[in-house]
């Protein structure tokens, strides 16, 4: 099974300041890393498919790169509804197709 | 729009089966891939399983399998999980999905609110 091991676990940032959350895999995923952000009461929602490809209505201010094991999403700019669970996702050619355990994004 | 929604969760004890269904409504069903992902209370996303467009595809994580088993019926827009032997451990929501892919896996692009399964004694 493919371990994703996300970090930091909690992140507390300022509004206008950049976030940069990591999601690093126990063995290549190629490019087939997804991004998730999770709202308190709400579903995860897709942000970031193919590590790099931004998901339909989604602010350019959220990019992802990588490729392999080392991915990175990157919130430029944070404003106050950013703050939520970001979730990894891998969905390379064997199951189980298995997630990170988050890191949690607080607006100061 | 694109509607997902789930049904058929509830309370039981130890070793007992449930059948959750998923309604889908707002896309061409057949389409896609689906899955089923859960998150226990206060936990974190755990892929379950998932089956490919026509369903002859089909996909478990090791924690389920054996027990839980996915299909689907295309002509009724409908996903189910049947769901056996269960355990304490299995206590979650259960999240029908929409797979952006005709395959068993790719990006989770719809997410139905789920329904809640509890198994205690």
């Known amino acids: 099974e493919i371990v994703l091991t996300q970090s930091p676990g909690t992140l507390s940032l300022s509004s206008g300041e950049r976030a940069t959350l990591s999601c690093r895999a126990s063995?290549?995923?190629?490019?087939?890393l997804a991004w998730y952000q999770q709202k308190p009461g709400q579903v995860p929602r897709l942000l970031i498919y193919?590590?790099?490809s931004r998901a339909t209505g989604i602010t350019d201010r959220f990019s992802g790169s990588g490729s392999g094991t080392d991915f990175t999403l990157t919130i430029s700019r944070l404003e106050p509804e950013d703050s939520a669970v970001y979730y990894c996702?891998?969905?390379?050619?064997?199951?189980?197709?298995?997630f990170g355990h988050g890191t949690k994004v607080e607006i100061k | 729009e694109v509607h997902l929604v789930e049904s058929g969760g509830g309370v039981l004890r130890p070793g007992g089966s449930l059948r959750l269904s998923c309604a889908a409504s707002g896309f061409t069903f057949d389409d896609y891939g689906m899955t089923w992902v859960r998150q226990a209370p206060g936990k974190g996303l755990e892929w379950v399983s998932g089956?490919?467009?026509?369903?002859?595809?089909?996909r478990y994580a090791d924690s389920v399998k054996g027990r839980f088993t996915i299909s689907r019926d295309n002509a009724k827009n409908s996903l189910y999980l049947q769901m056996n032997s269960l355990r304490a451990e299995d206590t979650a929501l259960y999240h029908c999905?929409?797979?952006?892919?005709?395959?068993?896996?790719?990006?989770?692009?719809?997410w139905g609110q789920g329904t809640l399964v509890t198994v205690s004694s």
């Open positions: 063995q290549s995923v190629s490019r087939y």
């Open positions: 996702h891998q969905y390379s050619s064997s199951p189980p197709w298995t």
């Open positions: 089956i490919n467009w026509n369903g002859e595809i089909t």
């Open positions: 999905v929409r797979v952006w892919d005709t395959a068993a896996v790719g990006p989770l692009d719809y």
């Open positions: 193919g590590a790099s």
